[in-house]
């Protein structure tokens, strides 16, 4: 019962949030062998969505259709109240600024010049961790997206993100998988295998996610992942409804 629940139906540019418009990605989901599927647009475009959207979809095409968030943690702003009121099904903690830097943004690279690297990578995991801690997310998004770049820290990456794992265990949420990371310069999954690894042992469960912000990047790099799960003894993947998690068997 495979889902993909990192999909940004909106995409770069914004509502409308029609069925026209994400319908393309839940025939992509369905060509793809997917099971279940779950939009998570970013939260800049939280006031333009249209919960009726998800049901309608579930009704024309039959695949159940999630309603997600990918919410930008930023330390200091409300998100609790922010995204209260809505009949969310899993909410995704992702953290792609660093002291107002958007440094995943495309032209944002040179800011890692500004950087001690392994000051940055501490500091980035510890918003991670801040995000984690908050308890509001259900799904922590591509782990060390810092490493976008190809930019690797001295110190063993490992005991970087230790506090960052161990909040997220704490929190009893889930680690998402994500397959954008292998169309990136560094051309790898987030997280990478050893925090995987270390994610397993810390009982921490996991959602396999493509981030795609166009239909054809829907499930996309699925098996690569699956497999890098298995290797490490995963056998199950979490899933999410009304912000409840279940598991569904890692097919
Ligand atoms: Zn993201
Ligand atoms: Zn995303």
Redesign the pocket.
């Known amino acids: 019962m495979p889902s993909d629940y990192h999909i940004h139906g909106l995409a770069h540019e914004g509502p409308p949030h029609t069925v026209e418009r994400l319908l393309p990605y839940v025939e992509a989901a369905r060509e793809a062998g997917l099971t279940a599927m779950g939009f998570a647009d970013?939260d800049r475009f939280l006031e333009g969505l249209d919960f009726n959207v998800f049901s309608e979809l579930e009704r024309i095409t039959g695949m159940p259709v999630r309603a997600g968030l990918?919410v930008?943690f930023r330390p200091g702003r409300d998100h609790r109240q922010q995204l209260a009121g809505r009949p969310w099904d899993y909410l995704?903690g992702?953290v792609?600024t660093v002291d107002d830097w958007e440094f995943?943004r495309p032209g944002q690279e040179g800011g890692f010049a500004a950087w001690d690297i392994d000051e940055l990578y501490a500091t980035y995991f510890n918003l991670v961790a801040r995000a984690a801690a908050t308890g509001i997310f259900q799904i922590i998004?591509?782990l060390d997206?810092i490493k976008i770049y190809g930019h690797r820290p001295r110190r063993p990456v490992l005991e970087l993100a230790e506090p960052a794992l161990q909040a997220i265990a704490r929190s009893g949420a889930a680690l998402e998988v994500n397959t954008a990371g292998l169309f990136k310069p560094v051309g790898e999954i987030y997280p990478a295998r050893e925090l995987l690894a270390r994610a397993f042992s810390l009982n921490i469960p996991v959602t396999i996610g493509s981030?795609a912000h166009a239909p054809g990047e829907v499930a996309r790099e699925r098996e690569q992942a699956r497999e890098l799960l298995r290797q490490i003894g995963y056998t199950c993947l979490a899933t999410f409804y009304c912000r409840e998690m279940a598991t569904e068997p890692l097919l």
């Open positions: 970013h990918e930008d995704i992702s792609h995943d998004g591509h997206l981030d």
